[in-house]
């Protein structure tokens, strides 16, 4: 029917018969047109298919029911002019709903087809909003922050500790998967929304009310609301954002950790509720400012079992992510039992306590503190023996531009080490982070020079890093040479 309708574009005269084929025609043709244009309605510069088929019924109606008229080839013409607007309609209809089909089918196949740094390490799709993570690795910005937001504090991709969870949006990268999708003719997506909030019932809030009151209850309840406090927190993140609503949950969740005695399994599940709640970016200030919180984790550090001393580390480190924060746990003596937990080495606690300490030591007081509490020592001392390289480095390198430190470095052999380092090494972080250390102390230790010199006659280490090592790391291993070799000729000159 369809095709009949449109053959008569090309007729060169039109009959009362032709046209009486034509009204009937049209009759069963609009119902069909006009709701398939309803249901695939789209914006078309052409007349609306509706109103053009009214038309072209009124005009044919006029033909047929006074053929006499004196202007019927005038009518015929109109006719013929309102047939080709619909028809010229319905072609750009047709044309839009293929070309939005197209466009849907190369945004759906462009995560197959598109370069992999394009794609989300995590998700393995096109990414929508590029951010990078303290690590300089990209990652598409909902995916990463619910990785965050579970309590994740290592670069899902290279395994690192994060230095801090601020993501920082990669306008480049942005660009450039906006520049393919627009030679690809693929319209760029919009951002993915996540919410890492659950609906709460009443009957979650009074759970919750429930729980809490039982912290002040027998031990045995204590204890089981401790559990379930703990497992709640960890796998919904509406239970933080609960003990945000009420200045008094943190201190009545924490009641039993203030008595003589507390059972360790009760301390840890209390100290592992805190680390969950601590994750909730809302809840860091409030949690670090309860009075309480501190010196709890402080002994929880001290005195604790190794799990619930190394989620008191962990908890610090959250916490620090605020500079205000830095601040205050830094005041309360923290970097101590840090540096003591450190010390004694237990594989379980290491990354979390080395994440803590050079998240604090961000702050200038602080690693001033730091160094007065040892901290030098101890991260040589695990260096030396390759525990925790990447971590520990990157908080020793952090160090050195305290001058105390450098003359502590210098006194416990670090030259030695973090040349032997450079050389057993590939990676290009650990290499950049000993040069820097060893730029220090060649700046601020002359009595050093004497064995760079020989390391460097015997080896050619700094000039390897020179030639081969990262922007900064060639930077600083010239800066070295440079103050060898200036010395070596005013030597000579005198």
Request: charged share 25%; aromatic share 4%.
């Amino acid at each position: 029917m369809q095709g009949s309708i449109f053959e008569l574009l090309n007729l060169t005269q039109v009959t009362p018969i032709n046209l009486q084929l034509l009204h009937l025609a049209l009759s069963l043709y609009a119902s069909s047109v006009v709701l398939n244009f309803e249901v695939k309605r789209r914006t078309y510069s052409a007349r609306d298919p509706t109103v053009a088929l009214k038309e072209l019924q009124r005009l044919v109606k006029s033909i047929i029911e006074d053929s006499s008229s004196d202007d019927e080839n005038g009518v015929i013409n109109q006719t013929l002019q309102a047939l080709k607007e619909l028809k010229d309609g319905r072609k750009q209809r047709l044309c839009s709903i293929r070309k939005l089909n197209d466009n849907n089918r190369n945004c759906n196949e462009s995560s197959t087809s598109c370069p992999q740094e394009f794609r989300c390490p995590i998700s393995k799709e096109l990414m929508r909003e590029p951010v990078i993570l303290s690590t300089g690795q990209t990652y598409d910005k909902p995916f990463i922050q619910k990785w965050l937001k579970a309590g994740n504090r290592i670069c899902p991709k290279t395994q690192q500790v994060l230095s801090h969870t601020i993501l920082t949006p990669n306008h480049l990268v942005r660009d450039m998967i906006t520049q393919w999708c627009k030679n690809r003719g693929v319209q760029f997506p919009g951002p993915i929304q996540y919410s890492d909030q659950d609906e709460l019932t009443e009957a979650d809030r009074d759970l919750f009310s429930s729980l809490l009151k039982k912290m002040s209850s027998t031990q045995s309840e204590q204890k089981e609301a401790a559990r379930t406090l703990r497992s709640l927190t960890k796998r919904m993140p509406s239970f933080r954002a609960l003990f945000g609503e009420s200045l008094e949950s943190i201190p009545q969740l924490l009641t039993p950790l203030c008595q003589m005695e507390i059972h360790p399994d009760l301390q840890e599940d209390l100290i592992t509720t805190l680390l969950n709640l601590s994750i909730h970016d809302n809840n860091k200030k409030l949690v670090a400012e309860t009075p309480m919180v501190i010196p709890l984790l402080l002994d929880a550090l001290r005195f604790g079992t190794i799990e619930s001393r190394t989620n008191a580390a962990a908890t610090v480190f959250t916490l620090s992510a605020l500079d205000s924060n830095k601040s205050l746990i830094g005041k309360s003596g923290a970097l101590k039992p840090l540096i003591d937990l450190l010390e004694e080495g237990h594989p379980l606690a290491i990354k979390d306590i080395a994440s803590a300490i050079f998240t604090l030591c961000i702050q200038h007081e602080n690693k001033a503190r730091a160094v007065r509490d040892g901290a030098v020592r101890a991260l040589l001392n695990k260096i030396k023996n390759r525990v925790h390289v990447d971590e520990l480095l990157a908080t020793l390198a952090m160090l050195s531009s305290n001058q105390k430190a450098v003359e502590e470095m210098g006194d416990l052999g670090a030259v030695s080490c973090l040349f032997s380092l450079i050389k057993e090494t590939n990676c290009a972080r650990n290499n950049e982070n000993c040069i820097a250390v060893l730029y220090t102390i060649c700046c601020y230790d002359r009595t050093k020079w004497k064995e760079m010199r020989e390391e460097e006659s015997k080896y050619g280490t700094l000039s390897q890093v020179a030639q081969n090592g990262t922007s900064r790391a060639k930077r600083k291993g010239n800066g070295i040479l440079d103050r060898l070799n200036r010395a070596i000729n005013l030597t000579h000159t005198a």
